[in-house]
């Protein structure tokens, strides 16, 4: 069985949808999501017109600043101290990667804590690790989601997640310790990947390389979230990291790539973009 993230986050977003028109009556406008794009690498653009499309179909106000890759690190701190003391603007996200000689750091520590929709500055991943408020990022929000949608009762269960990344692997391991799982994280490091994952009844992959999980790898009946985006050398087509018709004869369920991961990060933005402009109404 597939477990597809395009519906899932077509009814997420039919919800916020609802829920923005209803906030917009309360506030007397609707949420404001700020997107700065620096330079136009090719995966960036799409990503970022596919946040707009989906600002516009939950009723978000966006706005998109596109700068030029040699846009120098102090001029967009400068953008960024403006868009924190504006009181519209409700999320701000700077797009990743950035052009190499600005520090990401620096930028992700800019935005404020409040504004920060991504769920990526310190105080909020610290908050995330000590079960304070916090926004959750959006892809691991997502899968937490997934799961719940495949109706996998995650306490008790062995999840593995493969991938240790700061946006992925790290915040959806605790986010799944949160659910009660007995929780693994694989990495390049790790001897005997297979002998890992054939213990996970939860498989959760994010390493972003095409093949990383072959049927053999996977237990019989176990769920699989395939979170790699990457492109076929030959087809040029999208992929994931699991070998996905080999698995899915295998596994109880999968996520497809596209169609899987990918919606449901975009419909968690949306979900984070409401809530930090619900958390501003005096309630
Ligand atoms: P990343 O920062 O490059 O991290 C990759 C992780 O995979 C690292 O922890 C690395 O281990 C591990 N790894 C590399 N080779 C491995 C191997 N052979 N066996 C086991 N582990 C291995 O990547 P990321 O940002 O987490 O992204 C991972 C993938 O997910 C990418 O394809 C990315 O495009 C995709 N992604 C998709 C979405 C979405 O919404 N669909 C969102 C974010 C990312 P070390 O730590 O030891 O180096």
């Given at each position: 069985m597939r477990i597809s993230g395009k519906e899932l986050s077509l009814k997420l977003k039919a919800e916020l949808k609802e829920k923005v028109a209803l906030l917009k009556k309360e506030a007397g406008r609707a949420p404001q999501l700020t997107v700065i794009l620096v330079g136009n690498n090719p995966a960036s653009v799409s990503y970022v017109t596919g946040k707009a499309k989906a600002c516009e179909a939950v009723g978000i106000d966006n706005r998109t600043i596109r700068l030029d890759a040699s846009t120098e690190e102090a001029s967009l701190l400068g953008l960024i101290a403006d868009l924190n003391a504006?009181?519209?603007?409700d999320g701000i996200l700077v797009q990743l990667p950035?052009?190499?000689?600005?520090d990401e750091n620096r930028v992700i520590d800019a935005i404020a804590k409040e504004k920060d929709v991504d769920g990526f500055h310190p105080l909020n991943v610290a908050a995330l690790w000590q079960h304070r408020p916090c926004t959750v990022p959006c892809t691991p929000k997502g899968i937490i989601k997934l799961l719940k949608e495949a109706?996998?009762?995650?306490?008790g269960k062995r999840a593995v997640v493969v991938g240790r990344s700061n946006i992925v692997g790290l915040p959806v391991a605790k986010l799944l310790l949160d659910e009660n799982a007995t929780v693994t994280i694989a990495h390049s490091r790790t001897r005997n990947l297979g002998e890992v994952t054939r213990e996970a009844d939860i498989l959760v992959v994010a390493v972003?390389?095409?093949?990383?999980?072959?049927?053999?790898m996977v237990k019989p009946g176990a769920v699989v979230i395939d979170v790699g985006v990457n492109r076929n050398s030959t087809t040029g087509k999208l992929c994931g990291d699991v070998d996905t018709e080999a698995v899915e004869a295998v596994a109880r369920c999968i996520t497809p790539?596209?169609?899987?991961?990918g919606p449901m990060t975009i419909a968690c933005l949306m979900e984070n973009t409401v809530e930090a402009f619900e958390a501003k109404l005096p309630r």
């Open positions: 504006d009181e519209t603007v950035l052009p190499p000689h600005i109706g996998e009762d995650i306490a972003g390389r095409p093949g990383t999980i072959t049927a053999d790539v596209p169609g899987g991961v």
